[in-house]
Nanobody, 124 residues
Framework: QVQLVESGGGLVQTGGSLRLSCAAS????????MGWFRQAPGKEREFVAT????????YYTDSVKGRFTISRDNAKNTVYLQMNSLKPEDTAVYYC?????????????????WGQGTQVTVSS
């Protein structure tokens, strides 16, 4: 069982930055690929970024490439999402997720554990 708690969301102006953190419980954090997803009002939950268990492999959705960076610190059981050059269309609830499978994926249904989410609002 893995419990995930996100933090770091808030209100920021267009062009600003935020860093989201996701703290995980459990001694096996370092074996889980991790992902970040987001859901805007009235829209489906969408993939943002994922990182392998080792941290060596990561993938991003096209709309955030070059602006967002996913990273992890296995010693601290924490995964991060650094978000730069934020745009109003990045406004959403951001969710951290973990999967017990071996590889990072972009499909929400492949993740086994989810946090409760943190709100990110980008004003224009």
């Amino acid at each position: 069982q893995v419990q995930l708690v996100e933090s770091g969301g808030g209100l920021v102006q267009t062009g600003g930055s935020l860093r989201l953190s996701c703290a995980a419980s459990g001694r096996t954090f370092s074996s889980y690929p991790m992902g970040w997803f987001r859901q805007a009002p009235g829209k489906e939950r969408e993939f943002v970024a994922t990182i392998s268990a080792s941290g060596r492999i990561s993938y991003y959705t096209d709309s955030v490439k070059g602006r967002f960076t996913i990273s992890r610190d296995n010693a601290k059981n924490t995964v991060y999402l650094q978000m730069n050059s934020l745009k109003p269309e990045d406004t959403a609830v951001y969710y951290c997720s973990a999967r017990s499978g071996p590889s990072p994926t972009k499909e929400a249904q492949t993740y086994d554990y989810w946090g409760q989410g943190t709100q990110v609002t980008v004003s224009s």
